[in-house]
């Protein structure tokens, strides 16, 4: 299962951990990253058991479970920039004055009325997935849509991609396999995600790949890797450092 089906699929409990747990693994909800129960794990001249370490990942690379949520696109979330600016700042423990200071913005009652807004907003989305939860139990007709990635960009009607139609993109773009490269080079948004997908997939998430490196692996699927490697990019699949040394896979 991909981590985005995982991450879609955790419970709100699983989700506020960052990690869901297994048979035999605590699975990473932010980055992928499996730790095996039973084992014990050294940081920093320490000892710890699987949970605790998978909590000292979190912490080491993500920050906080917050952090990482807070930064994923608008489309996913639903808030506005300014939102995540007050919401960053509540996390901080900070003060309504000390907000309002720090923002430049109204005065305390200001901050009290967003903090209002916010809280309604919860409430509107407990009953919106109460009644989602209800409806999956009703409706037959829905189709099984393929999950955003948590790393998406410009989250739009080219993500309505149900998963028949993820099959027949596939087979008509990698005629031969996946592994054999493209025909050609799809024109649509929804056919280039698509193959976008199936090419992030094929490479090694755990790599961080040289430009050199990186356009010898895209170079196996498409002549152009130029042009793939810079719509992996703005298709959030694909990440590089500044002066482009260095690229690797985003978690899907």
Known sequence: MELSDIFWNASIEEL?????????????????????????YSFQDNLYEAERYMRIHIEKKHQS????LIEMDRKLTGITDHQKSLLRLFYQGKSDKEIQKELDIGSTSTIRHHRFSLKEKERQARNFLAMMELLKEKDKHAPAFVPVHQSATMVD???????DERTKIVDKFFPDGVENGLTKFPAKEKQRLVILKEIAQQLDDNHKYTEKEMNQKLEHYYKDYVLVRRYLIDYGLLDRKQDGSQYWVKQQ
């Open 65 to 68: 479970v917050f952090d990482y």
């Open 16 to 40: 506020k951990k960052g990690f869901v747990e297994g048979e035999n693994l605590f699975t990473c909800l932010l980055c992928g990253k499996d730790i095996e129960k039973g084992m014990v």
């Open 157 to 163: 009607d080219r993500y309505n991609i149900t998963e």
